[in-house]
């Protein structure tokens, strides 16, 4: 039995769940929403584990027969933020309250395979030492709050950007949505001398971007040019409908997909999206890895079947 842990506007689950489906692989979805809203019923006694269960409608699985766990976006309360913003107390009551169900549900797990573990991920700055470590190139970059810091690291770069420590978020301001993306720094003078702690990389000039889906061996890889229009060449998700970005199937060196390889076995990894930047000087430069990120976007561009090989993938875990 598998444990499918997403939420329901996943359509990347969708199309995973037609190929389980065809090879009648056995499964359970279990969507954030549902269990916070009874609409899956969830049982955990902690003096009794071996009874703990999860029911929908006629479907009643017990936690000791799950055998995998695929964990995709199960943590994503869209109803309850559309509801109550994501800044109103109750909804920081309701995520905590589901952080902590999710945790016991992760106990329950501990002993299962997984398609991707929450929370095996180092930092985003630990990301980067790792990928070094296995030879591949990677951006100067620093976590500061001196502004003396970024002068120095600008002196010696063509450029700064800046990106979120963290997991990229989402913000309610206004009524409005704001989601935080990878932003140049214009103009280090004009940055306040002290600040919060922020993540600051050198801008790499770039030829075009590539994004690599990675399952256990297995590397799809995609070019993306963005670099051609300005909205895009920092941060190719703000998308321009008007002017579409080309994505083409790419085929990284060997030595780079082996590095790669290498590089999510050490962090423990067994599939994610890693991107890189193709540099005008021919450098492949790594940027990030995200174990949880959209992989439509490549596989249909490309032709390259990832969903149904993120269902084999489960089947032979």
Not at 32 to 59: C, R, W
Not at 166 to 187: A, C, H, R, S
Not at 205 to 218: A, C, M, W
């Amino acid at each position: 039995m598998i444990l499918i842990l997403s939420t329901s506007t996943d359509l990347d689950t969708e199309k995973v769940i037609e190929w389980l489906n065809f090879y009648n692989e056995p499964f359970f979805r279990l969507n954030d929403e549902d269990l916070m809203m009874g609409i899956v019923e969830f049982y955990y006694n902690p003096e009794n584990l071996d009874q703990s269960y999860i029911k929908n409608h006629a479907t009643k699985i017990f936690f000791r027969d799950i055998k995998k766990v695929w964990f995709r976006k199960f943590g994503f309360l869209t109803s309850y933020e559309k509801k109550f913003t994501r800044n109103s107390d109750f909804y920081k009551y309701l995520y905590s309250e589901f952080s902590a169900t999710r945790k016991l549900i992760f106990e329950l797990l501990s002993d299962k395979k997984w398609l991707y573990r929450k929370g095996v991920l180092p930092s985003k700055p630990m990301v980067l030492k790792k990928a070094k470590d296995h030879g591949l190139q990677i951006p100067k970059s620093v976590v500061t709050t001196d502004k003396n810091v970024l002068k120095q690291l600008d002196s010696n770069s063509n450029g700064l950007i800046t990106k979120t420590i963290g997991e990229g978020k989402q913000v309610m301001l206004n009524e409005k949505n704001y989601p935080f993306m990878t932003i140049g720094i214009d103009d280090v003078d004009k940055v306040s001398q002290k600040f919060s702690p922020s993540y600051i990389q050198e801008k790499i000039e770039k030829e075009y971007e590539i994004r690599t889906f990675v399952i256990g061996k297995k590397l799809y890889s995609m070019a993306i040019f963005s670099q051609n229009d300005k909205r895009t060449e920092i941060d190719f998700r703000v998308f321009d409908p008007e002017k579409p970005i080309r994505f083409v199937p790419y085929k990284l060196p060997q030595d780079i997909e082996e590095k790669v390889i290498n590089f999510m076995d050490d962090i423990s990894l067994n599939t994610g999206s890693v991107d890189f930047i193709k540099s005008v000087n021919g450098e492949y430069v790594f940027l990030e890895v995200n174990p949880a990120g959209q992989f439509g976007m490549t596989s249909y561009p490309c032709n390259y079947a990832i969903h149904k090989e993120v269902a084999n993938s489960l089947k032979q875990l």
